[in-house]
């Protein structure tokens, strides 16, 4: 990443937090959905972004590919307990002695770990169909 | 006449010839020719997995009943099997692998080993944590740990003697392999082939680790250890050499710098020719369209010096793979008449679905025909290029990224994993435990990190169509031919491998966790259900007079992997164990030796 680039993405990252903090309870409301979903199985550039990862990470093979669990926890029950500060904590530092990668040394993980929590969650809500995905209106 | 005999008939001659450099062989060949122990995983050098034990005969053997049970203490998958020296039983688990050494006599644990390995190899063995068993020579034992250290034990104390490590876990690297004992060597393999690991073969010094020879599956030369003029591969209708640069040439840029070729099946000797025999798995990643080229030699059937480790022939059998068909499985070393003529063959049931009958002295292709019918993806190959004929539709090359290639057979498990099958000697035939599954497949794009996963495809696998609905067949193979003798159908795959013995009966284990026999011609003789479901291997030994039969329980692996919480929901389909679903309904997780003989009279 160029340091312009690198600028810009902070910046963003920036006003999203200042955005948050001027909208306390923004993220309890009901609408406030990390993901957009059309017919169950359109989403958002973001949350398409987040199934890619998942898919290329192959999460599947732990955790199913319905997030349902097989020798890892099912994803569909986990994100209706976890934090997203929790849930991120969990995939960039892993669980080591449970089987659960750290997936830090990931650029792809890294950089959509916030498009991966969003796709998750959409699954856990039952929003979001399992399987292949596309970007709504294309 | 065979294999066996002939061995014998000249071990003398052999013997006095070579004396001095025998001075460091091993024993465990001859610990092999009394069938009252089961000195390697596979019984002997050849693989065979036969007994000339048969005190259990096809007409007793509905009598069989339990000796005595032992816990590993260990869930997951436990694969392989316990060997058995004079009075010694050793067994293995999965990770943390450990090594127990059990008297004979009363069951009691001399001694038991837990090797200290960093927790983070179970993640990169996603999604199990296997291991194919220990090996035994000259009062040592060897393991293969996850962490790819192999360690040498004292088989009298279970004390170290050396470690060597042969991988790195943080590049995905992993062992699962047993360690083979030929001659005066240790050869062991390395896993990873969804992580980008290059594969390749190590033999060590059996006295000290000390690494004698590497060989690569995949880049140059040297470091193939091939000789483009003298390595040979079936080329037109014949042997030639292999040329230079055989492996780079296929390859696009350093793409085979991952190119997969991974090592962990089961290996053979022979001694008369002192070649040993091995599998390559397949070339990373899975989405084909990312390493155009034939992808050498990944998918290829290697015959090596056991002394130099220089390659005499290769044979690639699935050149550019689109499906995941490793071609690990095990390599079986038979002296059959091949279409009317006397060989000495080499048996292979690949993943690809094809059963191949080599000519293991020049590596001539004799056989190459489907061991389940329902194998679609090739509609034969080609005797002359020795290539399979690839079916377009199920070209997921082809179809490219992103497409959804549908009805696959066999599916990525292969028509036959690593689950090792047996010759009798006796019959001579060949009784294969198989997958009858099929799958859809859709490649997509993906960038490599080291030690993460790089897979790149989406897979569902059910039972094959249009078929009795399970998703597995016992059969009898005659290899001579390339003829299924018959088939038993299976509710799930037989992922267990098999055992014949001169009694007329054949062993093996079920997913659901029975250990069956069945006599020469598929007849069900004898069940039992053991504690969990079976995917370890069928072994036989004799103690004080009579004869035992023991098999490691314990639900895993690949396709015992999603029986942890919640595919009982179901996802129609869905998943690379969709269609294994309902093995819940039938076992839990647990490792378990169950040991059988014939009740006192």
Redesign the interface.
Known sequence: MNRLTKKAVLTAACTLAALSGLLPGAALAADAAPYKVADGHKVDAQTLSGW?TW????C???H???Q???????LVNSLKVLSKDEFKATVLK?R??????N?D????VSENIDNLYAYLKGRSDGAIE???LQEIGK | MSFTKRLIRWWPCLALAAAPAFAATSDVEQLTKDPKNWAMQSGNLANHRYSELKQITSKNAKNLQVAWTFSTGVLRGHEGGPLVVGDTMYIHSPFPNKVFAISLEDQSIRWKYEPKQDATVIPVMCCDTVNRGVAYANGKIFLQQADTTLVALDAKTGAELWKVKVGDPKLGETTTNTPHVFKDKVLTGISGGEFGVRGRVTAHDMNTGKILWKAYSTGPDNELMVDPAKTMTWTDGKMAPVGPNSSLKTWQGDQWKLGGGTTWGWYSYDPATNLVYYGTGNPSTWNPRQRPGDNKWSMTIFARDLDTGMAKWVYQMTPHDEWDYDGVNEMILADIKVKGQPRKALVHFDRNGFGYTMDRVTGELLVAEKFDPKVNWATHVDMKSGRPQVVAKYSTDKNGPDFNSKGICPSALGTKDQQPASYSRKTGLFYVPTNHVCMDYEPFQIEYTAGQPYVGSTLSMYAAPNSHGGLGNFIAWDAGTGKIVWSKPEKFSVWSGALSTAGDVVFYGTLEGYLKAVDNNGKELWKFKTPSGIIGNVHTWEYKGKQYIGVLSGIGGWAGIGLAAGLTKGTEGLGAVGGYKDLAKYTELGGVLTVFALPDR
Request: charged share 25%; hydrophobic share 35%; glycine share 18%.
């Open positions: 890619k898919r290329a990470m192959a599947e093979r732990c199913g590919a319905a349902e669990g097989m020798v890892g926890p099912s892993g080591i002695e449970k089987g659960m990668p997936f040394s990931s650029k792809m399992p399987g292949r």
